[in-house]
């Protein structure tokens, strides 16, 4: 079936350093969405990229869209702890549904 | 604007014992979406409703049941509990079926 894997599982950063996770489908994907979960918390809508090679900025982080549509990736630039949490990119494969990843969690060290 | 509520919070349950989870939304959002995480996963899609009166099955539908009988309401009904439904149960909305969704606070559910 329709699988989308995410990479890696669990990064551990000290604050101040980078991070980025990458989204990989087994099939073409129409758009994509980015959410991030907070321990405990409920997954809270980040971005949706549709176009083929899109590049969106918020702040200090960056979403990219393969020019394929398989694949995605969401960089932190010098992270902090407010950054912790986990996040889930959620591909529409054009059918009924999104399909979530497993997610990446993050933790910042201080 | 509240967005989407959930009711309860907690809930331990026996097995065989049945319960309904509560979902409530104030956006006028016509898609609607029930999902389980079960810990260190993703989420999985229970059932979905794109307006009142229309539901559909997800992945994993089996042991649950839904209704949609007004905009605003979409409540899971979980029948002869089984501790494979532990989990924690998220409830979304979205105005239209590509769009971001708006996740509820979460029920989480342990069946003993």
């Known amino acids: 079936g329709q699988q989308v894997m995410q990479i890696p599982q669990y990064q551990h950063v000290q604050e101040g350093e980078d991070f980025t996770t990458y989204c990989n489908s087994s099939?073409?994907?129409?758009?994509i969405q980015w959410y991030k979960q907070r321990p405990g918390g409920h997954p809270v809508f980040l971005i949706q990229l549709v176009k083929s090679g899109e590049v969106k900025k918020q702040k200090r982080l960056t979403f990219q869209f393969g020019e394929a549509k398989k694949n995605s990736s969401l960089h932190i630039t010098a992270t902090q702890t407010t950054d912790v949490g986990t996040y889930f990119c959620?591909?529409?494969?054009?059918?009924?549904?999104?399909?979530f990843g497993t997610g990446t969690r993050l933790k910042v060290l201080a | 604007n509240a967005g989407v509520t959930q009711t309860p919070k907690f809930r331990i349950l026996k097995i065989g014992q049945s319960m309904t989870l509560q979902c409530t939304q104030d956006m006028n959002h016509n898609y609607m979406y029930w999902y389980r995480q079960d810990p260190g996963m993703g989420l999985k899609l229970i059932y979905y409703?794109?307006?009142?009166?229309?539901?559909d099955k997800g992945e994993v539908p089996n042991g649950y049941n839904v209704s949609r009988s007004t905009t605003e309401d979409f409540p899971l009904r979980l029948e002869l509990a089984a501790p494979s439904q532990t989990s924690v149960y998220f409830c979304?909305?979205?105005?239209?079926?590509?769009?971001?969704?708006?996740f509820g606070p979460g029920t989480r559910l342990t069946v003993t």
């Open positions: 099939t073409t994907l129409s758009n």
């Open positions: 409703s794109v307006g009142a009166g229309i539901t």
């Open positions: 959620a591909g529409w494969p054009g059918t009924y549904k999104y399909i």
């Open positions: 979304a909305s979205s105005p239209r079926q590509i769009y971001a969704q708006y």
